[in-house]
T-cell receptor, first 115, second 114 residues
């Protein structure tokens, strides 16, 4: 059973640019969640995808968007980057079934720095 | 909305000392409660969980009991080791609803000195 992987590990972008972060879920997991962890803070929920459709969103603007693919990979896209977007971005995969959610397995994260 | 409050850190202990990290929560219904640990430069690892009132989660010598009456889920360990140095996050997941997002506290940095 492979774990959750994320790429790239680190990324530096300039304000106003666009960025795509990638996540590879554990095989068989139908749900991926993305979280933003600012320095010294707990992770904040961005959104969740279940079977390739958005299934809940936190308090983040529309310039944060995502995709989930059938091959257990997913993307987080951020447009018009702002300095405050600098953070560790975590993805977590899980196998969620009707009536219950199960353990979320986290990847190591992508450290995004916006200058 | 849902929220989790953890004791402020950092916490510095000597090896073999007793550890308590307080966690209280606000949520409707009966959420599941979790403790995650984050080692330097790594993602989050699930440490333990409890899904209903009075459940005790335990792992690697750590324990936490789901207290519905006090809305608490305090983390304890009887004898910490240097290798326990990490950031600890308390989290909840609401039961029911359309998604299973986690709501985290701000984290507590634990440093254990030899």
């Amino acid at each position: 059973e492979t774990g959750v992987t994320q790429s790239p590990t680190h990324l530096i972008k300039t304000r106003g640019q666009q960025v795509t972060l990638r996540c590879s879920s554990q095989s068989g997991h139908n749900t991926v969640s993305w979280y933003q962890q600012a320095l010294g803070q707990g992770p904040q929920f961005i959104f969740q995808y279940y079977r390739e459709e958005e299934n809940g969103r936190g308090n983040f603007p529309p310039r944060f968007s995502g995709l989930q693919f059938p091959n257990y990979t997913s993307e987080l896209n951020v447009n018009a980057l702002e300095l405050d977007d600098s953070a560790l971005y975590l993805c977590a995969s899980s196998l969620d079934l009707a009536g219950g959610g199960y353990e979320q397995y986290f990847g190591p994260g992508t450290r995004l720095t916006v200058t | 909305g849902d929220s989790v409050t953890q004791m402020e850190g950092p916490v510095t202990l000597s090896e073999e000392a007793f550890l308590t990290i307080n966690c209280t929560y606000t949520a409707t219904g009966y959420p599941s409660l979790f403790w995650y640990v984050q080692y330097p430069g790594e993602g989050l690892q699930l440490l333990l969980k409890a899904t209903k009132a009075d459940d005790k989660g335990s792992n690697k010598g750590f324990e936490a009991t789901y207290r519905k009456e006090t809305t608490s889920f305090h983390l304890e360990k009887g004898s910490v080791q240097v290798s326990d140095s990490a950031v600890y996050f308390c989290a909840l997941r609401r039961s029911g609803g359309s998604n299973y997002k986690l709501t985290f506290g701000k984290g507590t940095l634990l440093t254990v000195n030899p």
